[in-house]
């Protein structure tokens, strides 16, 4: 593949990348474990009041987020890979067992990597289309994603 054709194919993709200062193992447990995602998967003042998690290609990824007013949202899709200890794939463009959801936002892509300050942790989130972007954009995606991550160091620091 080409620079070109790459960056014609990225074109729709937003990228979340840092360096945070716990090991790979405890980003990995902050991911998949139901107990742990609660609390920190949505940025304050949002709150996850829900998590199923069947750690699996096909298994279910389903999360209740609650607004500030109390409204909750449920988000379920499924897992398309699943690499222990490395990496997570998971998508609303399908339900448990593949099936179509026909509501398609999103396929996340989430990589751990072990750094000698911790976790070299990336989300890159692929979209369908530019408007599909750009509303992800507008909800905060940056800020969003990287607060929760935020959270979710703060959380695993407060077991460890």
């Not at 609650?66 to 409204?71: K, L």
């Not at 448990?96 to 509501?103: D, E, H, I, Q, V």
């Not at 995606?141 to 935020?150: E, I, K, N, P």
């Amino acid at each position: 593949m080409t620079a070109e054709e790459n960056k014609e194919e990225n074109k729709f993709d937003l990228v979340l990348e840092r360096i945070v200062d716990i090991p790979p193992s405890l980003v990995w447990a902050a991911w998949t474990t139901p107990a742990h995602l609660v609390e920190w998967f949505t940025p304050a003042p949002w709150k996850t009041v829900d998590c199923e998690i069947d750690l699996k290609a096909g298994g279910i990824f389903r999360t209740v987020m609650q607004s500030p007013e109390g409204v909750n949202h449920d988000n379920v899709g499924c897992y398309l890979e699943v690499v222990h200890g490395q990496k997570l794939v998971f998508t609303d463009a399908l339900g448990p067992g593949f099936r179509p959801t026909g509501n398609a936002f999103m396929t996340a892509i989430i990589t751990f990597e072990a750094h000698d300050a911790g976790t070299k942790y990336k989300a890159v989130v692929l979209h369908k289309n530019a408007e599909d972007k750009q509303k992800h954009m507008d909800m905060g995606f940056h800020q969003g994603w990287g607060t929760a991550l935020d959270q979710l160091v703060a959380h695993m620091k407060k077991l460890n």
